[in-house]
């Protein structure tokens, strides 16, 4: 999951690709570079023989302010090598207060760090 997730904070559409089990991978696939990705939190996984599960929250900061993703995604093993299979997302605004941790990451305070951009 941490490797698709960069994938995506890079840019990388090749190992995106190569990552999605060619059953379910798209025929093309363009990441959207307008979108920086901030942070991931793995909220669970689990593995059952060569099913695995993973239930995640990415940040996003976008032209208008921050997402979140919140997605429950499942992969299967084949000759020892994880594959993206699909998912069930959700994504959703994301408002931080004044006095929260600033989403992208900087370890300030929101207001004194990306609501000042916002302005």
């Known amino acids: 999951m941490r490797s698709r997730y960069s994938a995506f904070v890079l840019?990388?559409?090749?190992?995106?690709?190569?990552?999605?089990?060619?059953?379910?991978?798209?025929?093309?696939?363009?990441?959207?570079?307008g979108e920086q990705w901030c942070a991931l939190r793995v909220l669970g996984s689990g593995v059952q023989g060569d099913q695995?599960?993973?239930?995640?929250?990415?940040?996003?900061?976008?032209?208008?302010?921050?997402?979140?993703?919140?997605?429950?995604?499942?992969?299967?093993?084949?000759?020892?090598?994880?594959?993206?299979?699909?998912?069930?997302?959700?994504?959703r605004p994301l408002k931080p207060g004044r006095n929260d941790p600033c989403p992208c990451g900087s370890g300030k305070k929101f207001k004194k760090c990306c609501a000042v951009r916002n302005v």
């Open 11 to 33: 840019n990388d559409t090749a190992y995106a690709k190569a990552s999605w089990h060619p059953a379910t991978r798209p025929a093309s696939l363009t990441l959207d570079d």
């Open 52 to 91: 695995g599960w993973v239930h995640f929250h990415a940040v996003a900061r976008e032209a208008d302010g921050f997402v979140v993703l919140e997605e429950r995604s499942r992969f299967v093993a084949e000759s020892g090598r994880w594959f993206y299979l699909n998912g069930e997302h959700e994504i």
